[in-house]
């Protein structure tokens, strides 16, 4: 046997949170810790151990234990401790570019503070990796990366180049056996040369030199017997030579000739799990992870960045705001494949990073109406790109001005009817009262107190609160509150009497614009362009134009017919979208898995229509379905048994001007062990799909790679949009679709490898234990609908036995909340046919214009643009080390000449080091992500 040289990593794969509560998996890490630093104090043989390459662990234990911090960080700069480069080990497919970004800079930052990061992207455990991975790397100074899923069948050696759609290349360390091939060495130098003699002999043809042996799986304690095992087995034999080592000095002497290339995302499942199905679980996470994101990065930093002072930017509120996000992006975390303990802490976090974020980006926008000259009310465009759009506002009167469609009258607020008077109330009421008023003036949507006075006499206490639809700053609010709490202390037997002077309003809908990119417009409304019609048919309508019973909305861009029969519609002629689907789901949080016998329904019961606004601006027709959908599961016979009448609310909402049709889908889910999907109709078959993730667009076909372990299913996740046979849809949080109605398919299933929802007579698809086919039988022709996946629901962790995959993923643990029984589904998306620009199509289906009124008084004109970027995707503008910062990226093949009006800066990489100056414009290669500091 030749002689081989193996390098042991000392290692721990900590998962922050998953089975386990955080604080339960905490007392852990102390332990772990604790027991680790005497160790590598006092045993120079067992020489190094690597953090997990995440700094969340560094600072979980040290909130414990805050006096070993320069202990910590003596074992590190020593190199005995490798920590980072990441803050938390998230997953690549289930949050945005950004945040990868914003966790890698996070834990470089707080890795600094211990001597630096390891230098290499360690990514062991994801659930696949991103196209643009190896570029966000070397923009980052790496060179290396060590991934273990997603790696394909064509990829045959422990090392490969892999290559961004830039061109930018790191070489990628593959773990062929994973991150615990050298886990729990026994304390026996002849069973350890044993087992690594076993593994040289299973992977021998994947090494491309040396072994790599981690010593280490999850929550792994250090083994103290490590390096004296080490020593006597280099003892008793000389055809291995065995040493501890870090991973930073393996890869630095790793060999690069002659390795195999990959470009773009690994997805593969041919060797290894890549448990597609978290995209679609607990889909209450994926929708507040898509919230609080937009909320950040669209919302409060770009309007904080470019309304604020310099000095006002909140950048611990923002730290706070991020430190929860990048905690949430955690794999076992976002994925939701956890313990429901778990879930809820996620969700939390979400919440209060989006009320911050939120607060400050109403800060922001006060900041601009404050800074705006005229008087008047004002629309604000957050996306960088000038746009029109429709606008909801509270005005004035009583006359609906031309042009505008009116929603409603306001006849009072506060549950009080215009034009009653005065209101005699007794103390504890006012009490009452004063608790429940807001400390600001705002009192609902387009209503604001605009006076208050507070007077008494012999007879009583008189409150006057004057009311309008526009906002009037320093309005004394707790003033009053305080002067009227005094009156009834001193008087607590007084008569109060509150008058509100309401002038009439009206709630209304306006189209506006256009407005500049990063702007403000002062409100004016404009005639509608291509105004929005709704008909009902009925037995007199003409022939060939609205079916009887049907519903039509079109502005001459887009034309929707809905069926009233079955509770479809069509688009632009092609009919049948919105088609729910309703199959079993005998899997867990990471596999979708159909029952023995499955049963779909995609009929309903009973379907009525109804029109809630007729336009011209806008037109709204909901869609109220009955279906009957099984209870859940029976575990014994895997059969779908009971029923619920399930009514479902589709709501169609057509706007002037607009190329695309909203969609909202509303529901409270009553039943266990399914998965919904919507069915839409290509308007011509596709044998691709193109879907947004991290800083691109990536292609993908119809099959997925996969094994009899997993089942290769080609359901993809999608960031915000995915088009195929000239579809586009825009989501939120609706991460999960697949291609199906495949032609030319001769396997058991008519649709793609796993539809169920396309399955031959119930039983096809395979008994419990078994594996049906890995991957299609004959040739795949196009599909002819996108199925996006509204809800899934399990009751398991992980579960053993699935038709999908039989071996578990994890415990198998029951987890209630999987089932998401009794969950307010609010599913929303948009459908645009032949869209040029799906990122544009998201920022105005989800990203809508502003309102603010200015009080007038300030600097601005009542027109302009605090910047101009055009020629690029945004995907960043905050303020940072000193400047405003702004990141990019081109997600064609193109070159593109990226436009900053009259700024100028320095391109930097994401350590902010600089790269390059940048004056007015600057050229970005295909597919290539830039970061600009703006110093004037």
């Known amino acids: 046997m030749a002689q081989h040289h193996v390098y042991i990593v000392p290692h721990t794969h900590w998962d922050r949170e998953w089975y386990d509560p955080f604080q339960t998996f905490r007392m852990r890490l102390v332990k772990l810790v604790d027991e680790l630093m005497p160790l590598l104090e006092t045993d120079p043989s067992y020489s190094h151990f690597l953090l997990d390459g995440q700094m969340a662990v560094v600072d979980d234990y040290l909130e414990v234990r805050p006096e070993a911090e320069e202990r910590l960080r003596d074992l590190a700069t020593q190199g005995r401790l490798s920590m980072g480069p990441w803050y938390i080990l998230m997953d690549e497919f289930l949050v945005s570019g950004e945040t990868i970004v914003r966790d890698l800079q996070l834990g470089m930052q707080r890795g600094a503070a211990f001597g630096g990061v390891a230098q290499m992207g360690y990514l062991p455990d994801m659930f696949g990796h991103i196209a643009q991975m190896p570029q966000i790397l070397r923009q980052a100074g790496f060179e290396h990366a060590v991934v273990w899923r997603g790696v394909p069948s064509s990829i045959d050696r422990t090392g490969f180049w892999w290559e961004a759609p830039d061109g930018s290349t790191v070489r990628a360390e593959y773990l062929v056996s994973g991150y615990g091939n050298g886990a729990a060495i026994a304390n026996d130098a002849k069973q350890l040369v044993r087992r690594v003699e076993d593994h040289i002999a299973e992977v021998a043809d994947f090494l491309v030199d040396g072994l790599l042996f981690m010593n280490g799986t999850d929550h792994q304690q250090p083994q103290p017997w490590l390096g004296h095992v080490v020593a006597e087995a280099n003892a008793a034999q000389d055809n291995l030579v065995l040493e501890v080592a870090s991973l930073p000095e393996y890869l630095a002497i790793a060999p690069t000739d002659g390795l195999p290339r ?178 600001g003036s705002q009192i609902d949507q387009g209503t604001w107190i605009t ?82 019609t709704v008909d009902e048919g009925d037995a007199g309508s003409p022939a060939g134009q609205i079916p009887d019973g049907s519903v039509s909305l079109s502005n001459g861009l887009v034309d929707v017919v809905v069926d009233a029969t079955d509770g479809t519609f069509s688009v632009d002629g092609t009919a049948g979208f919105g088609r729910l689907v309703d199959g079993g789901d005998y899997g867990d949080s990471y596999n979708y898995s159909p029952p023995v016998h499955d049963s779909i329904v995609q009929d309903p019961e009973s379907v009525t229509l109804s029109v809630v606004e007729r336009g011209p601006i806008r037109g709204i027709v909901d869609i109220h379905a009955t279906y009957r959908w099984p209870d859940h599961i029976d575990g014994s016979s895997g059969t779908r048994v009971g029923a619920h009448d399930v009514p479902v609310t589709t709501s169609l909402e057509l706007r002037a001007g607009e190329h695309f049709l909203r969609v909202t889908t509303r529901f409270v889910n009553p039943c266990a062990d399914h998965r919904l999907r919507v069915h839409l109709p290509l308007p011509e078959p596709a044998a691709t799909s193109e879907a947004e993730c991290a800083f691109a667009v990536v292609t993908r076909g119809l099959e997925a790679e996969g094994r009899p372990e997993e089942r290769g299913l080609p359901t993809f996740p999608s960031r915000r949009f995915v088009t195929a046979g000239r579809l586009t849809v825009a989501h939120e949080g609706l991460l999960e679709y697949e291609l199906v109605d495949i032609q030319e398919r001769h396997d058991d299933h008519v649709g793609s490898a796993g539809s169920a929802e396309q399955a031959e007579p119930a039983g096809q698809v395979g008994q419990v234990g078994q594996v049906g086919p890995v991957g299609p039988a004959g040739p795949a022709g196009p599909a002819s609908t996108l199925a996006i996946t509204l809800l899934r629901s399990t009751g398991m962790l992980s579960r053993l036995g699935m038709a999908y995959r039989p071996m578990p993923a994890g415990p198998l643990t029951p987890v209630e909340g999987l089932q998401l029984l009794g969950y307010h589904v609010e599913a929303r998306y948009a459908l645009a046919v032949d869209c040029n620009d799906p990122y544009a199509l998201v920022d105005d289906v989800f990203l809508p214009l502003e309102m603010v009124y200015a009080p007038g008084g300030g600097w601005r004109e009542p027109n302009g643009s605090a910047l101009e970027v055009g020629g690029a995707q945004v995907s960043s503008l905050r303020y940072h080390a000193g400047a405003m910062e702004l990141r990019v990226f081109n997600p064609t093949g193109n070159i593109a000449n990226v436009t900053i009006g009259q700024r100028s800066g320095w391109l930097v990489d994401l350590r902010g080091r600089p790269v390059a100056p940048v004056a007015g414009s600057f050229e970005l290669r295909p597919f290539a992500i830039a970061t600009v500091r703006l110093t004037s």
């Open 262 to 439: 990959w470009r773009g995302e690994l997805r593969s499942g041919a060797r290894a799990n890549v448990l597609m199905g978290v995209a679609s679980n607990r889909v209450d996470v994926k929708r507040a992870a898509a919230l609080t994101e937009r909320e950040l990065e669209q919302r409060a930093e770009p309007a904080a960045a470019l309304f604020m002072a310099e000095d006002d930017w909140p950048q611990s509120l923002f730290e706070l705001a991020w430190l929860g996000v990048i905690r949430n992006a955690a794999h076992d975390s976002i994925c939701a494949c956890s313990v429901d303990e778990v879930v809820e802490a996620v969700l939390c976090r979400f919440a209060e990073s989006r009320q911050i974020a939120t607060g400050i980006t109403s800060q922001a926008l006060g900041a601009l109406a404050r800074s705006i000259a005229p008087t008047g009310q004002v629309v604000v465009n957050l996306s960088p790109r000038p746009r029109s759009g429709v606008v909801e506002l509270t005005i004035a009167g009583e006359s609906t001005p031309p042009g505008a469609q009116l929603l409603s009258d306001a006849n009072g607020v506060l549950g009080i009817p215009r034009g009653l008077g005065a209101i005699t109330l007794d103390a504890q009421a006012v009490r009452t009262i004063i608790g429940m008023l807001p400390s």
């Open 451 to 532: 006076g208050v006075t507070v007077d008494e006499d012999a007879t009583g206490i008189d409150v006057r609160i004057s009311l309008g639809s526009e906002e009037h700053p320093e309005i004394p609010i707790e003033s009053m509150k305080q002067s009227l709490s005094a009156m009834l202390g001193a008087r607590p037997a007084a008569v109060v009497r509150v008058t509100l002077d309401q002038p009439p309003t009206q709630r209304i809908l306006a189209t506006v614009g256009p407005v500049a990119g990063f702007g403000w417009q002062a409100f004016s409304i404009t005639e509608p362009s291509n105004p929005v």
